[in-house]
């Protein structure tokens, strides 16, 4: 049911459609807390969890919920930066954290917070060429490097810092 719930709000989220993620996350989210708390050494549950938290962060973000936003994303990524010390090969839980970083990235920047978000974004990138490091052909890792890369580069545009721009746009081509 949990699984359900996330996959109906994910796809509102990834549809522009924030405010109707909400539900279906929300519901999710009480749900795994509901089967963390009878199972708490779970780590397919915590995992679970963490993209919950995650895609609320997403959704709270483009709502400007800023701090609410932020409170999810800190969530997800310390039970995520748990996982990767436990498994520092674990080359999946780490692109996942970098997508966290660079979700968390972005809506700083939309809230005004200009340093913070591009410190996320950056690490979220540093994360993305570990990924690289652990996979070089790995097809999700390279797209999402992009992707982060991209929006470093608005970033830098946005601020009037070209040099930097134009070359995270070429590093993100």
Do not use: C
Not at 157 to 173: I, L, M, T, Y
């Amino acid at each position: 049911l949990a699984s359900t719930y996330y996959r109906a709000g994910v796809i509102h989220v990834q549809s522009g459609q924030p405010a109707s993620a909400l539900p279906d996350l929300t519901r999710t989210f009480n749900i795994q807390q509901s089967l963390l708390a009878r199972e708490k050494d779970d780590e397919h549950l915590r995992a679970d969890l963490a993209s919950t938290h995650h895609f609320l962060g997403v959704a709270l973000g483009a709502l400007g919920q800023t701090e609410n936003a932020l409170t999810h994303f800190r969530e997800a990524i310390a039970i995520r930066e748990g996982m990767v010390a436990a498994d520092t090969r674990d080359a999946r839980t780490r692109l996942m954290l970098a997508g966290n970083y660079a979700e968390r990235g972005t809506v700083l920047l939309r809230a005004g917070r200009r340093e913070d978000g591009m410190a996320s974004l950056q690490h979220g990138v540093e994360l993305q060429r570990q990924v690289l490091e652990l996979d070089p052909h790995g097809v999700p890792a390279r797209v999402s490097m992009a992707d982060f890369e991209g929006r470093l580069g608005e970033a830098y545009e946005s601020a009037g810092q070209w040099r930097d721009a134009a070359a995270h746009w070429n590093a993100a081509v």
